[in-house]
């Protein structure tokens, strides 16, 4: 019902930003909340930042906070991801995920669908 890729990751320097987006096709993304979750080699996927369907409300986990900005155009069906001051311990790779409900949510198993991936990875 819902397909997402990802894009946008690469390499940068430690103190450096990035921009990842989530674009999405299928029925209804304006309804659906969105997520960002990343997984690094040999750790859990966890939750970085969530969006309601309409915008207007935002969560992050603690190790982002204030660095990172998850923002939805709905006319373009695009999640973002700002990503500034990052750390070598943000690489990882990054995946966009929706629900079919349209408020926010931090844990992975309320997430419906998911993007295959981009990878982000900061040198020191």
């Known amino acids: 019902q819902v397909q997402l890729v990802e894009s946008g990751g690469g390499l940068v320097q430690a103190g450096g930003s990035l921009r990842l987006s989530c674009a999405a096709s299928?029925?209804?993304?304006?309804?659906?909340?969105m997520g960002w979750f990343r997984q690094a080699p040999g750790k859990e996927r966890e939750f970085v930042a969530a969006?309601?369907?309409?915008?207007?409300?935002?969560y992050y986990s603690d190790s982002v906070k204030g660095r990172f900005t998850i923002s939805r155009d709905n006319a373009r069906n695009t999640v973002y991801l700002q990503m500034s001051s990052l750390k070598p311990e943000d690489t990882a790779l990054y995946y966009c995920?929706?629900?079919?409900?349209?408020?926010?949510?931090?844990?992975?198993?309320?997430?419906?669908?998911w993007g295959q991936g981009t990878q982000v990875t900061v040198s020191s």
């Open positions: 299928g029925r209804a993304f304006s309804s659906s909340g």
């Open positions: 969006i309601s369907w309409s915008g207007d409300t935002t």
């Open positions: 995920a929706a629900r079919v409900a349209g408020w926010l949510a931090a844990t992975k198993t309320d997430y419906a669908y």
